[in-house]
Structures are given as structure tokens and as C-alpha cells.
């Protein structure tokens, strides 16, 4: 079945530098796709939301960059904090016919700050 | 604004017994609210989808006979884990969504359940 996906489970950066984390999807058809920061049980938080028809898009301190050649998405984090420390999760975004939307989460990478 | 609370964070009960879990908008009104399950070190897991005032819609696999929700107003919807078992130990997380609130899913800080 059609999935979304993450190529790295962890990864460990040190602080102040820039931190990417990548994705991969297999639904061509998504409308949009979302990442999600997750720290230790809490709910997800968005960060920032890229629709399929842009290639980037810049939030405060956070980029997100769509492929759509190779159906990858990715997250950068520029100047890394401590308080960056979390999991982060794509998710697809498909709207259901109820006028709402559904979210499939990708597995997810976990992001340690080294201080 | 756009905050959605559950109750309780966390809970502990003996197999076979039933819990019941909130989940509220606290500042808008959700026309659909999902209920998610996370299981350690890994994903959200789409359970149901619920409008206010009809029926939940179940994702496959998922019993709906034991996860029963309830979406009574547009701010509350229940999940009940019925005879509850050790393998329903998990992070349940609740959003709710609203085209009026800027159509976007707003996530509760989830109940940590844990089965005995």
C-alpha cells in the first residue's frame, strides 16, 4: 500500500549546526505534507506545511523542501538548539470527503542535541 | 488559541476493566475530532474519525466494539477501551479539527494508558 516513510531513525547534531531530516512518500496524489515535532509524551506539534505544488517554503528557522521527481520531502533546521530535541514526523495529508482531512504519519526520526 | 485538552494524562487500570478518555476543544468547536494510538518508538496510528452527532468511522483493524467513541458536542468526544487488556498499553492521542479554527488537526498532549 502506498506509505510515507523516513530514511534516518536518529540522528545526533551538535548544537549550532544545521540539522536535515528526510522523508520519503509513495503517495503522489497527497495534497500536502506536514511536519510534526513530537517531544517525550506529549502531542504533536506542527512546524510548518508544504503544499504539493511548491518545491520550498521557509518558516523561523525551518525549511521544508518537496521532490516530487523523487517523492522526497525534507526538513532542515537551521542553528540546532537543545530545545530542538524531539521526534520529528512527515505526514501526508489527504482530504476526506466529510470536508476534513486525514494524516498518515511516517515513522518518524529522532533528533538528539548535543549541547 | 486552537488548544485541545485530554483527561487523564495517564492511567493505570487491571485487565478487564474499562477506561474512559476525554479529549476537548478548548477554545473552538471541532467539527471532527481522530483519535490516534502510539505505540513505544513508533508512529501515530489513525484509530477513528468522529463528526459530532454521528457515528465514528473506524480505520481497518481496528475494533470498534472495543474502542468505543463518543461525539456528543461539538467540544468533547470520549474514547472507552472496553476489557481492557496488557496489549492496549499505549499513548493514546486525540486531535480535533475545525475549518474555523484554520483548518488545520490540533493535537492533545495524549493519555499514557497502561494495563496491568
Known amino acids: 500500500g502506498e506509505s510515507v516513510g523516513l530514511h534516518l531513525p536518529t540522528l545526533s547534531v551538535q548544537e549550532g549546526d544545521n540539522s536535515i531530516i528526510n522523508c520519503a512518500y509513495s503517495n503522489s496524489a497527497s495534497d500536502y505534507f506536514i511536519w510534526y515535532k513530537q517531544e517525550s509524551g506529549k502531542g504533536p506539534q506542527f512546524i510548518i506545511d508544504i503544499r504539493s505544488n511548491m518545491d520550498k517554503r521557509q518558516g523561523q528557522r525551518v525549511t521544508v523542501l518537496l521532490n516530487k521527481t523523487v517523492k522526497h520531502l525534507s526538513l532542515q533546521i537551521a542553528a540546532t538548539q537543545p530545545g530542538d530535541s524531539a521526534v520529528y514526523f512527515c505526514a501526508e495529508k489527504r482530504y476526506s470527503g466529510a470536508g476534513s482531512y486525514q494524516l498518515t504519519f511516517g515513522k518518524g526520526t529522532k533528533l538528539s542535541v548535543i549541547p | 488559541g486552537a488548544v485541545v485538552s485530554q483527561h487523564p494524562s495517564w492511567v493505570i487500570c487491571k485487565s478487564g476493566t474499562s477506561v474512559k478518555i476525554e479529549c476537548r476543544s478548548l477554545d473552538f468547536q471541532a467539527t471532527t475530532m481522530f483519535w490516534y494510538r502510539q505505540f513505544p518508538k513508533q508512529s501515530l496510528m489513525l484509530m477513528a474519525t468522529?463528526?459530532?452527532?454521528?457515528?465514528?468511522?473506524?480505520e481497518q483493524g481496528v475494533e470498534k466494539d472495543k474502542f468505543l467513541i463518543n461525539h456528543a458536542s461539538l467540544t468533547l468526544s470520549t474514547l472507552t477501551v472496553t476489557s481492557a487488556h496488557p496489549e492496549d498499553s499505549s499513548f493514546y492521542i486525540c486531535?480535533?479539527?475545525?475549518?474555523?479554527?484554520?483548518?488545520?488537526?490540533?493535537f492533545g498532549p495524549g493519555t499514557r494508558l497502561t494495563v496491568l
Open positions: 468522529s463528526n459530532e452527532g454521528s457515528k465514528a468511522t473506524y
Open positions: 486531535s480535533a479539527f475545525s475549518f474555523l479554527a484554520g483548518g488545520e488537526q490540533f
